[in-house]
């Protein structure tokens, strides 16, 4: 898959790992609050599995400086690697990973700014608003005033 054997077992050895973080992530979701436990078991799995993630990261050095985002590389490489097998039925070549990846990427860093340009709009939109909600209880106490 890669030209790294010791990333290669662990894209292996992760392989599931990706469908299980999105199964407990849902589940966080829809979790009701009365089952603690249930709720308390999810939370622990999950820690567990990026405790993982972590410390095969900080093996690899694959970020250095930054465990958590090593991890998060990690769990990306191994979820783009079974997507690639998937799709074509054989081990996906380096290069086809790292465009994969890089794809990704872009429309992620994408979706970055269109979300940061709607948090500008609805600012925009809730300063507007008070601005206009000012505005209306203004002139109401004025023409009260005015009648009185």
């Given amino acids: 898959m890669t030209c790294d054997p010791d990333l290669d077992s662990a894209i292996t050895e992760f392989r599931y790992v990706t469908t299980r973080l999105r199964t ?3 589940q966080m979701l829809t979790a009701a609050t009365d089952r603690y436990k249930h709720f308390a078991a999810i939370k622990h799995e999950r820690g567990e599995i990026w405790a993982t993630l972590r410390s095969k990261a900080e093996k690899l050095q694959l970020v ?4 958590h985002l090593g991890a998060r590389a990690l769990l990306l490489v191994t979820e783009v690697a079974w997507i690639l097998y998937g799709r074509n039925r054989r081990k996906p070549t380096p290069a086809m990973i790292k ?3 890089r794809d990704m990427g872009e429309l992620a860093e994408r979706d970055r700014i269109e979300a940061e340009a709607d948090k500008v709009e609805n600012e925009f939109r809730m300063r507007t608003s008070a601005v206009r909600a000012s505005a209306a209880g203004a002139i109401a106490r004025y023409i009260d005033l005015s009648a009185a």
């Fill in 99 to 101: 465009a994969m990846v």
């Fill in 64 to 67: 250095p400086e930054d465990h």
């Fill in 24 to 26: 407990l992530d849902q």
